[in-house]
């Protein structure tokens, strides 16, 4: 009679999706997310860090500087089992989410995240949880969907990331943004939007 194959106690408790790689989120320190994504490279450990372009002022000068569009988190590829590949680069704090659980990047998300960096003049936006929900209908960014707010003759759409509780914007088109519902932003939401709506769009880029 052939004896069961046991594997290691240490695998026991996990359940089978945490053996197949997936998108997760690192909390770093703050200022350190360039470093971080360095070390990841180091170690061969799939990474996104999404960035914009953003002018500053300095004393003499006006410089533009390649941001992190969401500041304080890379996101990473991996099995959840290894894990420790990523924990242990420095200036590394957490996984985001639950102490038994982290949260799960959608593959969708990522792509959403991509394409904007990529083709949408993304830039950071405070994450909005009400406002008229709208989708993008046509080029790169076709099927994105968010909240629709408005900028000179074009369209800006803040995309949100339920999975992390953050968003970012992207400018396109007015005539390929289509409404999905009825819903409007807060007078409070909005006059926030339409004062973030008078700054200057930034470029963004991956690194």
Not at 14 to 23: I, R
């Amino acid at each position: 009679m052939n004896e069961p194959v046991l594997q290691p106690a240490s695998l026991l408790p996990y359940p089978n999706e945490f053996f197949d790689p997936q998108w997760y989120v690192l909390f770093v320190r703050s200022n350190q997310e360039k470093r971080v994504a360095r070390g990841l490279h180091e170690r061969g450990v799939e990474h996104l860090l999404p960035c914009y372009s953003s002018l500053r002022q300095w004393k003499d000068r006006r410089v533009r500087l390649e941001m992190p569009l969401f500041p304080g988190y890379v996101f990473i590829r991996l099995p959840f089992v290894e894990r420790l590949k990523a924990l242990t680069v420095p200036n590394v704090v957490s996984l985001v989410g639950r102490k038994d659980y982290p949260a799960v990047i959608s593959p969708e998300e990522i792509a959403w995240i991509r394409c904007g960096v990529a083709h949408g003049l993304a830039e950071p936006h405070e994450y909005l949880k009400v406002g008229q929900r709208v989708m993008i209908t046509d080029g790169p960014l076709s099927g994105m969907q968010g909240i629709l707010t408005r900028r000179g003759n074009g369209a800006r759409v803040v995309i949100s990331l339920g999975s992390i509780a953050r968003a970012f914007m992207v400018e396109v088109d007015e005539s390929i943004v289509k409404a999905l519902g009825d819903e409007t932003v807060d007078a409070r939401s909005r006059q926030r939007v339409e004062s973030e709506n008078l700054q200057e769009p930034c470029c963004g880029r991956l690194v």
